[in-house]
């Protein structure tokens, strides 16, 4: 399973140098500086959830949208509580399992 981040609040997790993002039309900001884990939820062969830790309270208020790739695609986005840490993003529709899965977050106002 990988994880892959992409967003403006995250974009220093993912190795880039850059201060902006596509033509230089948007300033970079982060509010987690060590990344974010993942671990899909499963009910039978399908992820039903994605849960997301690590997250810092200054992402607090932000919004985590969660989509999971795998037989199919769906996404799900919630409310980053007050303090950061842990929460769980159900997905609008359950998605199969395969051997080659793909969880990508954003996290953004």
Request: aromatic share 0%; proline share 3%.
């Amino acid at each position: 399973m990988t994880a892959a981040l992409a967003s403006p609040a995250l974009a220093a997790t993912l190795g880039s140098t850059s201060r902006s993002l596509g033509a230089g039309a948007a300033a970079v900001t982060r509010c987690d500086s060590d990344g974010l884990a993942t671990r899909p939820n499963l009910s039978g062969t399908t992820v039903v959830s994605v849960t997301v830790s690590g997250i810092a309270s200054e992402c607090e208020d932000l919004i985590v949208r969660a989509t999971v790739t795998g037989g199919t695609s769906s996404s799900g986005s919630t409310v980053i509580p007050s303090g950061g840490g842990t929460l769980t993003v159900t997905l609008a529709a359950a998605v199969g399992v395969v051997e080659s899965m793909r969880i990508d977050l954003t996290v953004s106002k």
